[in-house]
């Protein structure tokens, strides 16, 4: 799937995969770290890391703090990489936030037909401390 990763951007210029992740443990952050990594090494994502939600999105996927944690995204071409749209988490067949399937896909058709939003490398924040 390729070895980048992105953040969305707010049209406002907020990194809001950011801002998710500091709302996270600093568990859940160290997971998603390494499953990033990991991900990035391989050429083709599987479950139960990763999976389809069809039309064109996919879900990043690890359990921490006894909740099913996702990050909802799609593949991205310029510049190539894995978009990463929105953190969730999952219970149930439940979101939380629970329109986050819709707001990912708004979210990339913001980007991709509207010019609304933007990305950026994901680069996971060191100073999450700081901002809470």
């Not at 064109?56 to 071409?77: A, Y």
Request: proline share 4%; glycine share 10%; hydrophobic share 30%.
């Amino acid at each position: 799937m390729g070895s980048g990763f992105l953040d969305f951007k707010s049209a406002a210029g907020n990194n809001l995969i950011a801002e998710w992740y500091c709302g996270v443990s600093v568990e859940c952050r160290a997971m998603f770290d390494t499953l990033l990594e990991n991900l990035g090494k391989q050429a083709e994502w599987k479950y139960p890391d990763y999976k389809s939600l069809g039309d064109g999105l996919g879900e990043i996927r690890w359990k921490c703090d006894k909740k099913q944690h996702r990050v909802i995204g799609c593949r991205w071409t310029n510049p190539s990489g894995f978009l990463l749209l929105i953190g969730c988490t999952h219970k149930d067949q439940i979101y939380d936030p629970p329109d986050a399937i819709n707001t990912a896909d708004k979210r990339r058709r913001g980007i991709q037909f509207q010019n609304r939003g933007s990305t950026c490398v994901h680069k996971s924040p060191e100073d999450c401390e700081v901002e809470e």
